[in-house]
């Protein structure tokens, strides 16, 4: 799928700059980021909540307040946001113990004042409510809530952790065929969060996409951050440096480095893994997968579950070195 950037476009999404942009590496075609970005920092723990009956709750930060969910309840909602459950049941359980982590380890310190979680998956993890999926999917919400409620019961409990504390379990739709370190996005060195292939993903829709910018849009944008470029479009670019995942790390262009992420965000990239053409009206870049591409991907989880992988190989082979436990063994 191609798609195109103009002046009027650019102005519409309100694009930052900062100092820095890419160059040379794959092809092309298209949509769904979800997405947890890590807070690898540890934090003192903090009580957690229990609902009426004893059982595990989280606290859910909403537009009108604090909601106080059972956590199956929660994590329900979390994986019909965050997963399409016409996956397969591994891939749906994979996702399931996935969102669980992520959220005990918000529980034990979270960033939230007198919660948890919220529901903004660029902050914590989509969550749809049972009114909002209802109303999303119709009558086929009942189909979909089982399925998805019983990936949350067949995975009851489980956690992953990593030398004993639960992990950063973050997450993406597709990783292009190889998923990427943490340091490579991030900067901290993550031990469980290594660049992984991702075998099967190829007929994915976010497999492969190109994003079109206009010359002049290009030019006003690069040097708005203290890039100049000269007329000869064969030289805006120069030095690329990629990570072991294929992602760009850095790129000249007009004589200022930009970092793969600050490319991707100018320029709404679906991932850091690009390459880049020069034409006579465009600048085209070509990506691969989509999302941040650090930890489990789901597009490579549907296809590893596909091939008979169960939730636990498929969480193994995403998260380096980790461990599956009950959540009772870490939470307070």
């Known amino acids: 799928m191609r798609r195109a950037i103009s002046a009027g476009c650019l102005a519409a999404m309100g694009v930052w700059l900062a100092a820095a942009v890419l160059m040379a590496y794959e092809t092309v075609t298209a949509p769904q980021e ?50 399409p459950a016409s996956f397969p049941q591994a ?9 669980r982590t992520f959220t ?100 994915a829709p976010p497999y492969e996409d190109v994003v079109s910018v206009e010359r002049d849009v290009f030019r006003q944008t690069v040097e708005a951050a203290g890039a100049v470029l000269p007329e000869d479009g064969g030289q805006w670019f120069g030095k690329a440096v990629r990570s072991s995942g294929g992602g760009v790390e850095t790129v000249e262009i007009g004589g200022v480095s930009f970092t793969g992420t600050e490319v991707r965000s100018l320029f709404n990239l679906r991932s850091t893994r690009f390459s880049v053409t020069v034409g006579e009206e465009t600048v085209d870049f070509y990506t691969r997968g989509y999302g941040h591409r650090v930890g489990l991907s789901q597009y490579g989880a549907a296809a590893m579950a596909d091939g008979g992988s169960t939730w636990q190989e498929i969480l193994q082979h995403y998260y380096t070195g980790v461990d599956i436990v009950d959540m009772e063994t870490v939470l307070p």
């Open 34 to 83: 979800p997405t947890p970005e890590p807070v690898i920092v540890e934090q003192a723990p903090s009580p957690t909540a229990e609902t009426a009956d004893g059982t595990q709750a989280v606290r859910l930060s909403t537009a009108d307040g604090v909601e106080t969910l059972a956590l199956d309840d929660y994590l329900t909602g979390v994986v019909m946001g965050e997963m």
């Open 104 to 203: 005990c380890k918000q529980m034990l310190g979270g960033k939230h004042d007198g919660a948890d979680v919220c529901a903004d998956s660029g902050c914590c993890q989509a969550y749809l409510s049972p009114e909002t999926a209802a109303e999303r999917m119709g009558t086929e919400y009942d189909a979909v809530y089982n399925k998805v409620r019983t990936a949350v019961e067949a995975t009851d409990g489980q956690v992953l952790t990593y030398d004993d504390a639960l992990i950063d379990a973050v997450y993406f739709s597709c990783s292009g065929g190889v998923t990427e370190d943490a340091v490579a996005v991030w900067g901290n060195e993550v031990p469980y969060l290594q660049s992984v292939e991702s075998p099967g993903e190829e007929d």
């Open 91 to 99: 891939a749906l359980e994979a996702q399931a113990v996935a969102a």
